[in-house]
């Protein structure tokens, strides 16, 4: 089926690239290179058996956290606990999505997606230090 096939790609690239980012903010103070992402994120694509995507998705793809957030947003119970604080509510609402998202996601395909983030952000620190050790720069960044 054609959707899946796109979702699985984008959702999953969407994952690994969360992992790259994650990584990279954490290791602010590495200066991890940006060819570094770069194979970080298509060496994990490869592991996920994905080729990197050469053409977006169609206009006519919803994808599951679209779905997900407009089932949640009818609900005019789950709209008033929003407004209660809406400081916090931004946030929380991307946080309840992505959870949601993931177990859909989980649900459909059969692969975690947080298990992937995580191999994108371990991919991203094993090719850093590598690139360290090679140029003789491996400081104490761990």
């Known amino acids: 089926d054609g959707w899946k096939a796109q979702e699985k790609a984008t959702y999953l690239a969407a994952k690994i690239q969360s992992g790259i980012e994650k990584t990279t903010r954490i290791l602010h103070h590495a200066n991890i290179s940006e060819s570094t992402q770069q194979n970080a994120f298509l060496e994990t694509m490869a592991m ?5 995507l050469e053409i977006p998705p169609p206009h006519t793809h919803i994808p599951i956290e679209k779905m ?3 089932v949640l947003l009818a609900d005019k119970t789950f709209q008033a606990f929003l407004v209660t604080d809406p400081s916090t509510s931004q946030s929380m609402l991307a946080e309840i999505i992505e959870t949601i998202s993931d177990q859909v996601f989980h649900a459909i395909f059969r692969i975690d ?11 991203l620190t094993t090719l850093h230090v590598r690139s360290e050790q090679q140029s003789g720069c491996l400081c104490c960044f761990l």
């Open 48 to 52: 996920c058996g994905l080729k990197q």
């Open 68 to 70: 997900v957030k407009e």
């Open 113 to 123: 997606p947080q298990a992937i983030q995580k191999m994108a952000e371990e991919q």
